[in-house]
């Protein structure tokens, strides 16, 4: 197959061996990924698949969320039913205990999960939330569990970022949400800035970096595939793509829903725009893409089970239904 120079076909197959060159994807490659002709939708995902395969094989890694502290956050994200902007009709709860977050950590290891998520709602760290994240930790690597501690606590201070990293947490979590041309749309109590600043920080603490976006606020192609850039030039571990599940209550609950196909080509070009990063079908998997949801396996090699921060999955059982249904196996911390 050719790049068709009129239609804006490309040769697929052709692009994930350029994912793999030093230079990687171009802005107008990726671009024309988010614009192909939805026929053309298995050709991109096999595409996707080869550069999953080639790092992560049939692995689908298991992430368990814990919402440590629910709602009354003071900053204004558009998207989120957390915010004290919003009138969603939320769980809201003060910090979990030290011994409410290990029993999390037992039972999202009994589920063979490799990550347990921790997040508190809120612009930043309370002194409060550091210090029992770090009691936590230390308890959780005592029990030995298999898996790893990711924690997403909001703009943290270099300080803060050190603790955390010294008690034992491998991971800190921050999403850059969307483009930057985008973010003031999204939120104005914070800057993209902020967020970039925070992901630095983590990332000269020690910590692995977590940090992906939310496809389907509002935003154009370019921005998403922006999104997908900065990302790969911060160099992330770890990269959330949720799809907008718009909450009633949310300042962007009107916004029109992403298609399951947007969605689908959405993530596999994150895959090759970043082919050998642990890229997650975050929230709003199940809600958006519906019954094609299997085919984002083949593109991201991480899942959330047992739902998102304020709203269900379908559940541990039927995500262990579709991982073995595709013949995919569950992955695990390598010793
Ligand atoms: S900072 Fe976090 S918890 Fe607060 S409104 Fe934004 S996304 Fe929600």
Redesign the pocket.
């Known amino acids: 197959m050719q790049d068709n120079a009129e239609t804006g076909r490309r040769n697929w197959p052709a692009l994930a061996d350029k994912a793999l060159t030093k230079t990687g994807l171009t802005r107008e490659d990726a671009l024309a990924v988010l614009r192909a002709d939805e026929g053309d939708l298995l050709e991109i995902i096999a595409a996707a698949y080869r550069l999953r395969r080639e790092a992560f094989g049939r692995r689908v890694n298991l992430h368990v969320i814990q919402n440590a502290r629910s709602?009354a956050?003071?900053?204004?994200?558009g998207?989120?039913?957390?915010?004290?902007?919003?009138h969603a009709n939320i769980d809201r709860y003060p910090l979990r205990s030290v011994e409410e977050l290990v029993a999390g950590a037992r039972q999202a290891a009994g589920m063979g999960a490799v990550k347990y998520c921790v997040?508190?709602?809120?612009?930043a760290p309370t002194e409060d939330a550091v210090e029992t994240m770090c009691e936590a930790a230390h308890r959780i690597r005592a029990e030995e569990l298999k898996l790893s501690i990711c924690v997403?606590l909001?703009?943290a201070t270099d300080e803060q970022l050190r603790r955390l990293a010294e008690a034992g947490v491998n991971r800190y979590n921050h999403?850059l949400?969307t483009a930057r041309r985008y973010f003031p749309h999204v939120?104005n109590?914070?800057s993209y800035d902020d967020r970039m600043a925070t992901v630095r920080k983590a990332k000269d603490a020690g910590l692995e970096i977590c940090c992906g976006g939310i496809i389907g606020m509002g935003e154009t192609l370019e921005d998403r595939v922006d999104l997908a850039l900065a990302l790969r030039e911060l160099g992330v571990d770890s990269i959330p793509v949720n799809f907008f599940n718009p909450r009633p209550g949310t300042s962007l609950e009107h916004t029109p829903p992403l298609t399951a196909l947007e969605a689908l080509r959405a993530l596999a070009m994150f895959r090759l725009v970043n082919p050998r990063t642990d890229i997650r079908a975050a929230g709003g998997r199940e809600i958006c893409l519906g019954p094609l949801q299997p085919l984002a396996l083949f593109a991201a090699n991480s899942i959330f089970t047992e739902g998102y921060?304020t709203t269900p999955g379908q559940g541990y059982s039927r995500d262990l239904e579709m991982i073995r249904g595709l013949g995919f196996e569950l992955g695990c911390i390598e010793a």
Do not use: I
């Not at 997040?119 to 612009?123: A, E, K, L, N």
């Open positions: 709602g956050c003071s900053e204004n994200c998207f989120c039913s957390q915010s004290s902007a919003s997040v508190t709602s809120g612009r997403s909001g703009l999403n949400e939120c109590t914070h921060l």
